[in-house]
C-alpha cells in the first residue's frame, strides 16, 4: 500500500509509520507533505530518503492543484494525516473519498473541532477533570473531527496532575494505534458497513 503522510511539525507518528517493523513489508511512504517549508518531521522523512513538498502559495512551495497529480503520480492509496494541522480541500477529499484518514490525541466526538489541536485538546480534557483519555483515528470529511471513526485506544488518566502526563501518555498510544490501523487497511480489513466502519 502506498502512502503520502501529512505532517506540521514533530513528526513522532511519521517516525512511528516508518520504525513499524509489521508495516515493512505492507506500507511504503511514498511522500511527506507539510504546510510548513521545513519541520522536524521533514528530517525524519530526509533520514529515510522520503521525498519531502512543501503546500501553500508561497515561493518554493507546490499547491493543491500541483498536489493531485502528484499524488495520481505515487499512486497513492491512502493519505495520512499524522500531526496535520489545516483543513483538507474538498476537491482532494471528494477524490480520495474514505481514502484519507487522520489521528486525533483524544476519544472523538469529545475534545474534537477547530483550535482543539495538539496541546489544547491534553488541556481541555485535563480541566474537563476527565478520567479517561486515548487516540482516535478516523477518516476525514470536509470539517476538522468530524469524520467517521476508524479504531480508538483509551489510556487511565485518573491519575494526573497535568496535561503533560497525559501528553505522554496518549503519545504512546498514538504511536501503537496508527500503525496498526494502518496495518488493517493494507491487509483489506477496513470496510464500511452500513455507514459503520469494521475493522476486522
Ligand atoms: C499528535 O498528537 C496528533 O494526534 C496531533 O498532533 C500531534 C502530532 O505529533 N494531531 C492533532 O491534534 C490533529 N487534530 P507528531 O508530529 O509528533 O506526530
Same mark, same amino acid.
Given at each position: 500500500?502506498?502512502?503520502?503522510?501529512?505532517?506540521?511539525?514533530?513528526?513522532?507518528?511519521?517516525?512511528?509509520? =516508518?520504525? +513499524?517493523?509489521?508495516? /515493512?513489508? !505492507?506500507?511504503?511512504?511514498?511522500?511527506?507533505?507539510?504546510?510548513?517549508? #521545513?519541520?522536524?518531521?521533514?528530517?525524519?522523512?530526509?533520514?529515510?530518503?522520503?521525498?519531502?513538498?512543501?503546500?501553500?502559495?508561497?515561493?518554493?512551495?507546490?499547491?493543491?492543484?500541483?498536489l493531485i497529480p502528484l499524488l495520481l503520480d505515487l499512486k497513492i492509496d491512502l493519505i495520512v494525516l499524522a500531526g496535520f494541522l489545516k483543513l483538507i480541500p474538498h476537491e482532494l477529499i471528494d477524490l480520495f473519498r474514505n481514502r484519507i484518514i487522520n489521528i486525533h490525541p483524544a476519544l =472523538?466526538? +469529545?475534545?474534537?473541532? /477547530?483550535? !482543539?489541536?495538539?496541546?489544547?485538546?491534553?488541556?481541555?480534557?485535563?480541566? #474537563?477533570?476527565?478520567?479517561?483519555?486515548?487516540?482516535?483515528?478516523?477518516?476525514?470529511?470536509?470539517?476538522?473531527?468530524?469524520?467517521?471513526?476508524?479504531?480508538?485506544?483509551?489510556?487511565?488518566?485518573?491519575?494526573?496532575?497535568?496535561?503533560?502526563?497525559?501528553?505522554?501518555?496518549?503519545?504512546?498510544?498514538?504511536?501503537?494505534?496508527?500503525?496498526?490501523?494502518?496495518?488493517?487497511?493494507?491487509?483489506?480489513?477496513?470496510?464500511?458497513?452500513?455507514?459503520?466502519?469494521?475493522?476486522?
Open positions: 500500500m502506498n502512502i503520502a503522510v501529512f505532517v506540521s511539525g514533530r513528526g513522532s507518528n511519521l517516525k512511528a509509520i =516508518l520504525t +513499524s517493523e509489521e508495516l /515493512k513489508q !505492507l506500507v511504503e511512504v511514498k511522500a511527506v507533505i507539510s504546510d510548513k517549508i #521545513s519541520c522536524p518531521a521533514f528530517q525524519i522523512a530526509e533520514n529515510f530518503s522520503i521525498p519531502t513538498y512543501s503546500i501553500g502559495d508561497k515561493a518554493g512551495r507546490i499547491n493543491y492543484e500541483e =472523538l466526538p +469529545s475534545f474534537g473541532g /477547530k483550535g !482543539l489541536y495538539g496541546s489544547n485538546v491534553h488541556k481541555a480534557v485535563f480541566e #474537563s477533570s476527565a478520567k479517561v483519555s486515548g487516540a482516535t483515528v478516523h477518516f476525514v470529511d470536509y470539517t476538522y473531527d468530524t469524520g467517521n471513526i476508524i479504531a480508538q485506544k483509551c489510556v487511565d488518566i485518573s491519575d494526573v496532575n497535568s496535561s503533560e502526563e497525559i501528553v505522554e501518555r496518549v503519545i504512546k498510544i498514538e504511536h501503537e494505534l496508527l500503525p496498526y490501523v494502518l496495518k488493517k487497511f493494507a491487509l483489506g480489513k477496513v470496510n464500511i458497513v452500513d455507514k459503520r466502519v469494521v475493522v476486522h
